[in-house]
């Protein structure tokens, strides 16, 4: 399984998220975004007004059909939407995302002690291949 690591540095999470959820609909996958309650509002509304032309169709776990939803928003890493890509999208790692076959894990500076801790601890799982992302230039480049 492949986990990336997004070291959110010049962009918050409400610009780099939504890209990611349109490569990965675009490619006929679904998504399962976990953050803690007080994040999920924030998200949910800015998925639907995040481009002046666009929106990413999506659902949050206590709406209305979860299991149809090609993005869903939750609190647990529980997927029924039957997603195999989850994003981590309030800085703090979650074991149950070894189950995907693609994480995406994003933090902040404030969250960067807990990133680094998950990395080692990763680092040392054979199932798991490690990606570090940051930001260079506006563009996101793999680091060492």
Same mark, same amino acid.
């Given at each position: 399984? %492949?986990?990336?690591?997004?070291? %959110? ?5 409400? $610009?780099?998220? +939504?890209?990611?959820? &349109?490569? %990965?609909?675009?490619? =006929? ?7 803690? +309650?007080? %994040?999920? =509002? ?17 659902? $949050?776990?206590? =709406?209305?059909? +979860? ?13 029924? #939407?039957?997603?195999? #890509? ?13 189950? /995907? &076959?693609?994480? /995406? ?23 798991? &291949? ?12 793999? =680091? +060492?």
């Amino acid at each position: 399984m %492949l986990v990336d690591f997004y070291h %959110l540095t010049a962009s918050p999470i409400e $610009r780099v998220l +939504p890209r990611i959820g &349109e490569k %990965l609909l675009a490619d =006929g996958e679904r998504l399962l975004i976990v953050a803690e +309650p007080s %994040l999920l =509002g924030q998200l949910d509304t800015h998925l639907w007004s995040y481009a002046r032309d666009s929106f990413l169709p999506h659902g $949050r776990h206590d =709406g209305p059909a +979860p299991g149809e939803q090609p993005i869903l928003l939750s609190s647990e890493p529980e997927a029924a #939407n039957d997603a195999r #890509n989850i994003a981590l999208a309030d800085g703090r790692w979650r074991d149950e995302a070894l189950t /995907f &076959e693609r994480a /995406f894990y994003f933090f902040d500076s404030a969250h960067i002690e807990d990133a680094r801790q998950s990395w080692r601890a990763l680092k040392d799982k054979p199932e798991a &291949e490690c990606r570090y992302w940051k930001q260079v230039d506006g563009r996101w480049v793999q =680091g +060492p």
